[in-house]
């Protein structure tokens, strides 16, 4: 784990809210000795933990504890994990305490040339990004968000379908802690019975029509504290709503072994061999909505996908596709 100086918050931070994490109560001194910082050193830092939505008790005799135990992702988990869903692979995790958006920092990772397969997760981003210009909520240690680096020797027209095949992906790693109401809406929105649980936001680097490289990012909701979700302008969940005892690092390590098995299989056959997984999950087949292109609005009826992985629209009767760009679909009430 590295912390990532990005504003100062958790530069420091991160080891005291290690050995607190566990929401037991542990006293100056012991603290102070693991952290080799002074008692009154300790207490300080104790105050910085509420800045960061981490609220600590502290009981004469007793000492600090996190008023709400957290669970932390684990590199070594998470590394376990996925060497056993995939066996051989390339994939390498990058984790951080807290970055501005870890799309960046793949984004770095492919200019400084590192190979695809890297993937950075951070318990935080302070600038999360998400699709159409919009803020991505990432409160710490709450959430799973992470992106993974590939790279694409023919260019950019060999990406057509990969946000949708990545959707799939998130969708089938989700499915593995027995969730049902899973759908997703064009292109790659992951809805848990009509509301957003997770988001996809894939970014290029380099030259569109000869190598280049891909950033996926994948933010899934897991926790989402009612203070940090009223900021999202969409119905949203998260799997704590859902399911009981989540475990983040095993669904985080599930979505990197589906996530990578997705793109190397994307990167060898393309789109075709995912389109009736995404069929099969299509939460708005049939359904009459409108899609927004910009300031124009069309409404007719969704018709599912074409090969390439464009949204069919069915007016009255005539198909139109439409494909990448900024379009946002919705249904019609
Ligand atoms: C969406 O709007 O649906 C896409 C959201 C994508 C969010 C993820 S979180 C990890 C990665 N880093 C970012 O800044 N955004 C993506």
């Known amino acids: 784990m590295t912390d990532s100086n990005t504003n100062g918050h958790i530069v420091g931070l991160y080891p005291l809210i290690k050995l607190l994490s566990d929401g037991r109560f542990y006293s100056g001194e012991h603290l102070g000795e693991q952290l080799q910082i002074s008692r009154a050193a300790v207490w300080k830092k104790i105050r910085k933990l509420e800045s960061l939505g981490l609220p600590c008790h502290s009981v004469r005799g007793k000492g600090y504890r996190l008023e709400n135990s957290i669970q932390l992702l684990d590199a070594a988990r998470l590394a376990q994990i996925v060497d056993d869903e995939l066996g051989e692979h390339n994939l390498e995790i990058d984790l951080r305490a807290q970055v501005d958006s870890t799309n960046d920092l793949a984004l770095d990772a492919a200019r400084g040339g590192q190979s695809s397969g890297y993937t950075c997760l951070a318990e935080q981003q302070l600038s999360g990004r998400g699709r159409l210009g919009r803020n991505w909520v990432s409160p710490f240690a709450r ?4 992106s993974m680096l590939w790279r694409f020797p023919a260019g950019a027209r060999s990406l057509e379908g990969l946000s949708l095949a990545i959707g799939v992906a998130v969708v089938r790693a989700l499915e593995k ?3 049902s109401g899973l759908a997703l809406k064009w292109p790659n929105d992951v809805l848990l019975n009509g509301e957003k649980l997770a988001g996809i936001l894939l970014e290029m680097h380099g030259d569109s029509s000869g190598q280049c490289s891909v950033v996926i990012g994948v933010g899934v909701n897991v926790d989402m504290p009612q203070s940090a979700g009223v900021a999202i302008a969409q119905p949203w969940t998260d799997l704590g709503r859902h399911l009981s005892n989540v475990d983040r690092n095993k669904i985080a390590g599930s979505l990197l072994a589906e996530i990578y098995r ?31 292109l910009g300031e124009k609005e069309l409404i007719g009826r969704a018709a599912g996908i074409s090969d390439r992985g464009e949204f069919c629209l069915d007016i009255d009767g005539e198909l139109r596709h439409f494909g990448g760009g900024e379009i946002s679909v919705r249904k019609c009430l």
């Open 262 to 292: 997705s793109v190397q299989m994307f990167s060898e056959s393309g789109f075709l061999p995912h389109k009736s997984a995404w069929e099969k999950y299509d939460g708005f087949f049939g359904e009459r909505v409108s899609i927004l």
């Open 177 to 179: 802690s027995s969730l």
């Open 143 to 146: 959430n799973i968000y992470l």
